[in-house]
């Protein structure tokens, strides 16, 4: 059979598209929430709470997702939760309330984490070392691409045929893309279609193999996870703020209707991806013109997307709306930075038969942390409004940047895996 020139950047693209059907489904919800709140009689607490069970169900099921598709693989596995999170989105258009909304949406979160720890293994197994930031930076656009597309075409089906078809139409997408994934994914070692040169490019540019698998405990135990799981647990509020409460931010209280909302809510996404792919570049240019170490080329973006989160931060402060827009465009573009520079540390550092469950138990940590702040905003954002929220979103980047470079400081500089007994392996 024929092969393909540069397969392994044709099925990145494929997964930038199942991750780009993955978060329009999710992000559907977000836009329609100035709609739905009074259809459904939501007050904004209640919202949150719907919020909150998507993001309880993405929390508790990425780390077994990551385990998951490290046991039964990653054709069977991705194309198996496309359709649960497919059907499940379309179930949405059933909801009569804020309760079955909320039943709905925690079944959505339990199959839709499986996109990170999939994608992450996916870039694991065929990707060189050096190539692996790029590699994530286009994956990670899908994240971007999705929440993009969804303020236009959800507000278009919404007000054209009715919010349930915003939800079915969506949802059934997934259906599509499991089965082209199931047609046409395989592994590298099994794939008829890579060419040996290719074949040899990602093996021979990737660490050495792990002498064996090591537990989830033991994986758990390393200071590389907790550097790359507290880095991800501080991030994940932003973005999340970003997804599900923008619509209804510049609803209340930039006075905006859902037309208006469809015209500028994307933007920050497309900053977004302009981030993600800065991010995967900016890692290869260090190591390139300033010889960087791999390691801290990943580190250096994340500092500097860090700084840059505190725009966003005066977004409370400025007095157009489309100052507050802009500001938002600011934080897509650094938070989307850090994210594909702080996922790739989890494929650099750790063999690609573990990075199924770092990227799970990492992306278990961040949900904690933007469920915990969604339930925040709930709470407060009526009473002492968006300004000292959003403020708050600046401050937690520094932090996390700040001990990822304390933690990850014995970790080989290339990012080659050292064995259990010394500083990369220990405890932390």
Avoid at 34 to 60: C, D, E, K, N, R
Avoid at 88 to 96: E, K, L, P, R
Avoid at 399 to 422: E, F, Y
Wanted: charged share 10%; with cysteine.
């Amino acid at each position: 059979m024929k092969t393909i020139v540069g397969l392994r950047w044709w099925i990145i693209a494929l997964v930038c598209l199942g991750t780009i059907v993955n978060y329009l489904s999710r992000n559907s919800l977000g836009v329609m929430a100035p709609q739905l709140m009074p259809l459904l009689h939501m007050s904004t607490q209640q919202y949150s709470y719907v919020v909150g069970a998507f993001q309880i169900g993405y929390t508790v099921m990425q780390p077994v997702c990551g385990v998951i598709i490290d046991l039964i693989g990653l054709r069977l596995g991705f194309a198996l939760f496309a359709c649960l999170w497919s059907l499940t989105g379309v179930f949405h258009g059933f909801a009569s309330g804020w309760l079955s909304l909320a039943a709905l949406r925690g079944l959505m979160g339990l199959s839709e984490a499986v996109a990170i720890p999939a994608g992450m293994k996916v870039v694991a197994e065929w990707f060189p070392d050096r190539e692996k930031s790029i590699a994530v930076g286009y994956f990670n656009a899908g994240t971007s691409l999705g929440s993009l597309l969804a303020p236009p075409l959800v507000v278009f089906l919404s007000l054209r045929y009715g919010w349930q078809s915003a939800f079915a139409a969506t949802g059934a997408l997934g259906f599509v893309w499991a089965a082209a994934w199931y047609l046409l994914y395989r592994s590298p070692a099994d794939h008829s279609r890579i060419s040996e040169v290719e074949r040899e490019k990602i093996v021979s540019g990737q660490a050495p193999a792990a002498p064996r698998r090591r537990s989830v405990r033991e994986v758990l135990r390393t200071r590389r996870f907790w550097a790359i799981a507290q880095a991800r647990f501080f991030a994940e509020p932003a973005w999340q703020t970003f997804s599900f409460w923008i619509p209804l931010y510049l609803a209340t209280q930039r006075h905006m209707d859902l037309k208006q909302i469809a015209m500028f809510a994307w933007l920050p996404f497309l900053a977004a991806d302009l981030g993600g792919l800065f991010g995967g570049y900016l890692s290869p240019f260090l190591m390139k013109h300033l010889r960087v170490p791999l390691i801290w080329s990943r580190i250096a973006g994340v500092v500097l997307g860090a700084f840059m989160m505190l725009g966003p931060a005066a977004i409370g402060l400025v007095a157009s709306p489309y100052q507050a827009i802009a500001l938002f465009c600011v934080g897509g573009f650094a938070h989307q930075m850090i994210s594909a520079l702080v996922n790739t540390l989890a494929a650099d550092v750790f063999d690609p038969s573990e990075v199924g469950t770092v990227a799970g138990f990492a992306g278990m940590a961040a949900w904690i942390g933007g469920l915990g702040f969604s339930l925040l905003v709930g709470a407060l954002a009526d009473s002492i409004g968006y300004t000292p929220l959003f403020g708050a979103l600046g401050a937690f980047d520094l932090i996390g940047a700040t001990l990822l470079i304390i933690l990850m400081r014995g970790v080989s500089p290339d990012g080659r895996p050292r064995p259990i007994a010394d500083g990369a392996g220990t405890p932390a």
